[in-house]
């Protein structure tokens, strides 16, 4: 069955960087993307960019543009999200999701990130 | 960016009603309309693509409709386990965009 299993919780001070990761398994890794989206506290999800698994295009959202990297390593079948420059503000839970031609069909169970001196 | 406005932002329903969200997008979207429930504490679940097809497992209680700007989800007969949030998305051109949100809660 498909499964994304995503690294363990953070706590990160201002200013520095966290990298996330995203385990898939049970499908072929490069026949999807990968979409990140948060979760502020109390808030709604907000769609933060996707990742070709196949060739490694990406389209991030303005919001977070020139603060995020997704990679993917199609050996490991392991998508990352490295958020850099963090502030107060990008504590949230962070979501990977599978995403094909249905659109996100399976997500990881997410992880959290503090960011607090 | 296209906003994706959803109504009502909270709804009570009793256990066996019918319920109906909405969720208006600011542009033509044609059919590239995702709905996702969410659980307190939980990740999202899909559970429709293409403004009106059920993800794979989701029951048939849950239906979509909808295109252009205007779209519902419906879901009959509510059991206690869909008390949870609602969310449209849309995935016509990015940046993709989610409603805020519909929470339904027991009444």
């Known amino acids: 069955q498909v499964q994304l299993v995503q690294s363990g919780a953070e706590v990160k001070k201002p200013g520095a960087s966290v990298k996330v990761s995203c385990k898939a398994s049970g499908y072929t890794f490069t026949n999807y993307d990968i979409t990140w989206v948060r979760q502020a506290p109390g808030q709604g999800l907000e769609w933060m960019g996707l990742i070709s698994a196949y060739n490694g295009d990406t389209k991030y959202s303005q919001k977070v543009q020139g603060r995020v990297i997704l990679t993917t390593d199609t050996s490991t079948t392991t998508a990352y999200m490295e958020l850099r420059s963090l502030r107060s503000d990008d504590t949230a839970v962070y979501y990977c999701?599978?995403?094909?031609?249905?659109?996100?069909?399976?997500w990881g169970q997410g992880t959290q990130v503090t960011v607090s001196s | 960016d296209i906003q994706m406005t959803q109504s009502p932002s909270s709804l009570s329903a009793s256990v066996g009603d019918r319920v109906t969200i909405t969720c208006r997008a600011s542009q033509d979207i044609s059919n590239y309309l995702a709905w996702f429930q969410q659980k307190s504490g939980k990740a999202p679940k899909s559970l429709i693509y293409a403004a009106s097809r059920l993800q794979s497992g989701v029951p048939s209680k849950f239906s979509g409709s909808g295109s252009g700007t205007d779209f519902t989800l419906t879901i009959s007969s509510l059991p206690p386990e869909d008390f949870a949030t609602y969310y449209c998305q849309q995935y016509n051109s990015y940046p993709i965009t989610f409603g805020q949100g519909t929470r339904l809660e027991i009444k």
């Open positions: 999701a599978r995403d094909g031609s249905s659109g996100p069909d399976n």
